[in-house]
């Protein structure tokens, strides 16, 4: 079945540092995939998405690339802030087959913490 | 607008209770989501409805766990005989058939 590894955490940074969280996936079909955020007392937020290789999504100053060969959807930031603090989690969505309704499969989440 | 709404927010239940977790999805959206989150894990998908029709229910953990959207707006989630393992977060998710889901607060479930 599909699934979803990302690299574990926590992850602690200095504010202006640069921020990469791994990510790769095991998907039968061609899955469209996501990076969601959970905000300290929210819910979750999706951060950007890419719905077929060598896309790049990109949001708040982050981004993701699809990459095929390699089966991952690392996130970067070239310089995270305070209020980036959060739980990342990486998500796939397969509708290539016959459950095209986008059920997400997600990662087990990172924990990102930004000091000053 | 309102987002996705889910009631309550917390619950503490002794072992061997019923529960039920509603969950308000943001008007007009086709497709509604269960989802179950353990504490230090990503989200595991339950259960989906698109209107009141129950299309994949693969998620459900076992036949304690009943899931319902009988006019194809509100959905409660309902878990007989409660049991340990079932602690977690529950959450719920809407959105336009194959689009975005837009998730809900949760419901955080503590079974003593």
């Known amino acids: 079945g599909d699934s979803v590894t990302q690299m574990e955490g926590p992850v602690t940074l200095s504010e202006e540092a640069f921020l990469t969280i791994n990510c790769t996936y095991t998907a039968t079909g061609y899955p469209s995939l996501f990076w969601y955020v959970q905000y300290p007392g929210e819910g979750l937020q999706l951060l950007l998405k890419a719905t077929k290789a060598d896309d790049k999504g990109s949001n708040k100053g982050f981004e993701a690339t699809y990459r095929k060969e390699t089966t991952s959807f690392h996130l970067e930031k070239g310089s995270v802030q305070v209020s980036d603090s959060a739980v990342y989690f990486c998500a ?3 509708q290539s087959r016959g459950t095209s309704y986008g059920k997400l ?12 | 607008g309102a987002g996705v709404s889910q009631s309550p927010r917390y619950k503490v239940a002794k072992r061997g209770q019923d529960v039920a977790l509603r969950c308000d999805p943001i008007s007009g959206h086709v497709s509604l989501f269960w989802y179950q989150q353990a504490l230090g894990q990503g989200p595991e998908f339950l259960t989906y409805f698109q209107n009141e029709a129950q299309l994949d229910k693969s998620g459900l953990p076992s036949d304690r766990f009943f899931a319902e959207r009988p006019e194809g707006s509100v959905s409660t989630l309902k878990i007989q005989r409660t049991q340990q393992e079932d602690s977690a977060v529950y959450l719920c998710a809407s959105g336009d058939l194959g689009a ?7 419901t955080r479930l503590t079974v003593l």
């Open chain 2, 100 to 106: 975005r889901q837009f998730f809900g607060p949760g």
């Open chain 1, 92 to 94: 796939l969505s397969d």
């Open chain 1, 105 to 116: 499969t997600f990662g087990q989440g990172t924990i990102l913490t930004v000091h000053p």
